[in-house]
């Protein structure tokens, strides 16, 4: 049988990793968790709580909203952080072990709380840097102590070219393939500016795939149609369209051209759900007919925008997705996904793709093949 890649799992970042890993000139910003007067344990900086840290249960959603329940309500917390935390949900050698137990052979890698602090921390560029590199530099020991089977997701920013370009190139001297970045605008330029081309270029020298992923990143949205930070942890509103910012930054990549420039770039698109892409698709090839049509405007691109998609973009798909299906709609473009171990993600990934009519012996784009092109294998 062939071989089962997850591609979406998260490690929790351990006590002191930001600041043990931190440039020492940035200590001050290190990243911290902090436990309050209650026993609630916090995502810290510089003495402001950015976010609550606590422990997902999979599959349990609920025990997130009760722990938050208890917060408001000025009750103690219902658990000690440090003593129910297991070791598999941090530490490399534990969860390939925990791999070995439900019959996955490889995994990718999320970080934990770098999904919380992004957009809190955008104020201050060096502050967000220093705490990505910090990440980043924690993500070799990943790669040595999973031997190899683990597969860690850097963490960037394209705020900064030069700094960027440098970690990508210690991300391949560390046999890091993957990093996180937001699909979002960049200082107000669209990922498609040619000021970013020589990153897109960095990207491919160094062999390692931008891949975007549900996080606290700079919003396509106003803030006006969000709650204070304070009220939501995830607003409805970004659960209700998590597809669309993958999708504006996509259209954006494929119709400026990004993939003609770069045509071994590849991008990733994980946790941001998968039903959306049939119907893009055909959206994204019917507008650019429409309106070219109507704005009486040539049109400069190599292929159909869809075939770009199909050639150079990876989607995660849940097995509740029905990916056998999407795939007959789409083509083989999905990745198997747990989630692991989040709580709205599952702690049995192949019994749940099995239930969706999923194989990996009949479907190894789905189960390895797909998540292997992003790796650059």
């Not at 840290?53 to 959603?61: E, R």
């Not at 999320?110 to 060096?126: A, I, V």
């Not at 192949?350 to 093949?369: H, I, K, M, N, V």
Request: charged share 25%.
């Amino acid at each position: 049988m062939p071989g089962v890649i997850d591609s979406d799992q998260h490690l929790y970042e351990p006590r002191g990793m930001w600041a043990e890993h931190i440039d020492p000139a940035s200590l001050e910003d290190a990243l911290e968790l902090v436990d309050d007067e209650r026993g609630f344990t916090w995502v810290c900086w510089r003495g402001d709580r950015l976010e609550l840290a606590d422990v997902h249960l999979p599959g349990n959603v609920k025990s997130n909203g009760d722990h938050r329940r208890n917060l408001r309500g000025g009750h103690r917390a219902s658990y000690v952080y440090d003593e129910v935390l297991p070791d598999s949900y941090w530490s490399p050698t534990a969860r390939v072990g925990w791999l070995d137990e439900v019959g996955l052979d490889e995994a990718v890698c999320f970080p934990n709380f770098g999904l919380l602090w992004e957009r809190r921390l955008s104020s201050s560029l060096p502050a967000l840097t220093a705490n990505m590199a910090a990440w980043n530099r924690w993500c070799a020991s990943i790669v040595t102590e999973s031997a190899g089977r683990l597969h860690p997701v850097a963490h960037l920013t394209l705020r900064d070219r030069e700094w960027a370009t440098a970690q990508l190139a210690e991300l391949e001297r560390a046999g890091v393939q993957l990093a996180m970045i937001a699909p979002a605008p960049v200082d107000g330029k669209p990922m498609s500016h040619p000021d970013h081309d020589p990153l897109w270029a960095a990207f491919v020298e160094h062999g390692v795939t931008p891949v975007f992923h549900v996080a606290d990143q700079p919003r396509m949205f106003d803030d006006c149609w969000y709650p204070p930070d304070e009220e939501s942890f995830v607003p409805t509103i970004e659960s209700a369209f998590i597809w669309v910012p993958p999708a504006i930054a996509l259209s954006d990549m494929i119709l400026n051209g990004v993939f003609d420039r770069h045509p071994d770039l590849h991008v990733g698109v994980v946790e941001l759900s998968s039903i959306w892409v049939p119907q893009f698709l055909l959206m994204l090839d019917g507008s650019l007919d429409f309106t070219s049509r109507l704005n009486g405007t040539d049109v400069t691109l190599s292929k159909r925008p869809s075939e770009y998609l199909l050639e150079h973009v990876r989607v995660s798909s849940f097995a509740y997705e029905d990916p056998a299906r999407l795939t007959r709609k789409t083509g083989d473009v999905f990745m198997c996904c747990s989630d692991f171990p989040h709580s709205e993600g599952t702690a049995s990934p192949l019994t749940d793709y099995e239930r969706a009519g999923c194989d990996p012996a009949e479907q190894p784009g789905l189960f390895s093949d797909n998540i292997e092109t992003l790796l650059g294998r």
